[in-house]
């Protein structure tokens, strides 16, 4: 009896606090929320909110804001208690980039926000909540997405591509998967593949109404009214869902989709000010363009031909073929006229700049005389003075 005695005294008191912030660790991993920006001031309202109505707790979460744009956001989001916002000078690629945010963030799981889409209020929690399920996958996305296309009121399904398949601005992901992974930093757009190794990454998917709503827009660096050109019927549908299934604050709701009249007003947002991108875009499109016309010459022979459309090979016929490689060919040609164009505005910027040194030159010049003459007067006015 006294010796049990003795155990009850020598044990030691269990500190509540510590276990239940164990406890709180383990349910709510710390996240790091990873933004690239460029140039998208009229978008950030939206994006704090989307970030501020999230349900996963605050405490537990750090956003990280890469900003390369030459209007700068930083009185924006700087007094943001979980902000953690980073200014470069040089434009970087957005493979770049996101790496970048990788390097800053100190999450164990990062989940992406970019800034000119919605993200319900169960973004984060919802793809905790499916990649802490699931012991083997390493990433989360949604290979199905649905765009808003305001010009034409309708809303559009595209995808799922496959089991592995998702685009960027849907994934969340462990930090494990940095140890092997990383993006190609040449990489300016379609930057998902690579990272994930051709789509081979344990993955799993994320339930689409509850991660994002794109809306079409002016100021998208690729032209999502593109995509319903000539669309596979297979993984482009017209939805019967509306903007309200998706956005149930009407703050939000508001300003998404009032968001183009705010555009034409500014004017650091235009796709021509992300020349690099473009001059990719359309490298992208004369490579398939030259993969089109390959195909078309394996067809003459009467093979069957196959497209690959996320994990799935799709059967094209010669007729097929010759419409994708017209709009591949009229889309180049568009997109190269635009490259010429923005090559004019930054040779006509250049032009302009040297003539406004110019003009400050020789108003310093004229500064310079006329200090000299006003030494030259006060000299004279002192000597006089003097006698």
């Known amino acids: 009896m006294g010796k049990k005695n003795n155990n009850k005294k020598n044990k030691k008191p269990v500190n509540k606090n510590t276990s239940n912030n164990e406890n709180r660790e383990e349910k709510y991993p710390f996240v790091s929320v990873c933004t690239p920006t460029f140039n998208r001031r009229p978008f950030i ?25 030459t209007d700068k956001i930083e009185e924006l989001v700087k007094e943001h208690p979980n902000v953690k916002y980073f200014k470069y000078d040089e434009k970087m690629t957005l493979g770049k980039k996101r790496n970048l945010l990788h390097e800053k963030s100190k999450g164990e799981i990062l989940v992406y926000m970019d800034d000119d889409d919605y993200y319900p ?30 010009h034409i009121n309708k809303m559009y399904q595209f995808g799922p591509y496959g ?27 379609a930057e998902e593949k690579s990272f994930l190794k051709d789509y081979t990454v344990p993955f799993v998917q994320l339930d689409p109404m509850k991660v994002i709503l794109v809306f079409s827009h002016n100021h998208n660096t690729f032209d999502k009214k593109k995509l319903l050109d000539n669309p596979h019927p297979q993984f482009v549908k017209e939805s019967n869902k509306t903007v309200n299934d998706f956005v149930k604050e009407k703050d939000l709701k508001d300003f998404y989709m009032n968001i183009d009249t705010l555009l034409p007003f500014y004017s650091p947002g235009l796709p021509k000010m992300k020349p690099d991108v473009l001059e990719q875009m359309v490298k992208i499109e004369e490579t398939r363009r030259k993969h089109a016309e390959n195909m078309m010459a394996q067809g003459v022979g009467g093979g069957q031909i196959m497209i690959q459309q996320g994990d799935q ?15 591949q060919q009229g889309a180049l040609q568009q997109q190269g006229g635009q490259l010429q164009q923005i090559k004019q505005a930054y040779e006509q910027l250049a032009r302009d700049n040297m003539e406004i040194k110019n003009q400050l030159q020789s108003k310093d010049n004229t500064i310079t005389e006329l200090q000299k003459l006003n030494t030259q007067l006060l000299m004279k006015l002192s000597g006089s003075s003097s006698s």
């Open 45 to 69: 309202e939206g994006m704090i909110k989307c970030f501020n109505h999230q349900i996963y707790p605050k405490d537990r979460m750090e956003w990280i804001i890469i900003d390369d744009g």
């Open 121 to 150: 209020p169960q973004r984060v929690s919802h793809a905790v909540e499916k990649l802490m399920g699931d012991k083997e996958a390493l990433c989360a996305g949604s290979s199905e997405i649905y765009i808003w296309f305001k």
């Open 163 to 189: 089991p592995k398949h998702s685009t960027a601005g849907t994934f969340a992901f462990k930090r494990k998967l940095l140890e092997d992974n990383k993006y190609d930093e040449e990489a300016c757009l």
């Open 313 to 327: 090979n799709i059967a094209l016929n010669n007729q097929q073929i010759v419409e994708i490689m017209k709009q």
